[in-house]
């Protein structure tokens, strides 16, 4: 019988001014969709259709919303994963290989591929308020996979996850970096086979 829950999905913040979320929303199409250094908070306030002051009376800084950012990326993708793994409640391999399908499904609407490691690419290596949510939604994602195997009776479910873990990010990064189109098939066959 498991003893690791599930991790909860980390939640963002308290509810925003309607120009607060035009600004937060704004500045996460953008920023996903140009890198984080390409967008300036001129171009932010611009499409928002406010003003740099207010950008910066809602959130201090443009830092402050990247790791935003980057919380409500975590909060929308945990809650897609957690989604489906609550419609097949039963513990066991398919369980486990459900993680890889809803990153299937999710990749598909992400064309630039993980927000946190093309983030990190960015600010790795600094001090910047975003490097500890990316790395707070890695080791969420290696907290599912641990209990996720722990819940389905595996023996060594950290090094078993871990393991899960490692081939989940390694498609990521290759399906869109390496330009791999069948990564995550052939890291949801290798999960299959670990499972086995």
């Not at 097949?88 to 609407?109: I, M, N, T, Y």
């Amino acid at each position: 019988m498991s003893t690791t829950a599930l991790p909860a999905v980390t939640t963002v913040e308290d509810p925003m001014t309607p120009v607060g979320e035009r600004l937060a929303e704004t500045a996460g199409r953008l920023f996903y969709a140009r890198g984080i250094r390409a967008v300036g908070v001129e171009l932010i306030a611009e499409e928002a259709g406010t003003t740099k002051k207010t950008l910066y009376d809602r959130f201090g800084s443009k830092d402050a919303l990247v790791a935003l950012y980057l919380r409500r990326r975590a909060e929308r993708w945990q809650t897609v994963a957690l989604d489906r793994l609550d419609r097949h409640p039963e513990p066991g391999k398919d369980r486990v290989l459900l993680v890889f399908d809803a990153l299937d499904d999710w990749l598909s609407q992400q064309w630039r591929g993980c927000a946190f490691v093309n983030a990190y690419a960015e600010i790795g290596g600094t001090d910047h308020p975003g490097l500890p949510v990316v790395r707070s939604e890695k080791a969420w994602m290696r907290q599912l996979f641990v209990a996720l195997v722990e819940e389905a009776g595996y023996d060594d479910p950290v090094g078993l996850g871990g393991q899960l873990h490692l081939l989940y990010e390694g498609a990521v990064v290759l399906l869109t970096a390496g330009d791999e189109p069948g990564a995550l098939v052939h890291a949801r066959q290798a999960a299959a086979r670990l499972l086995a």
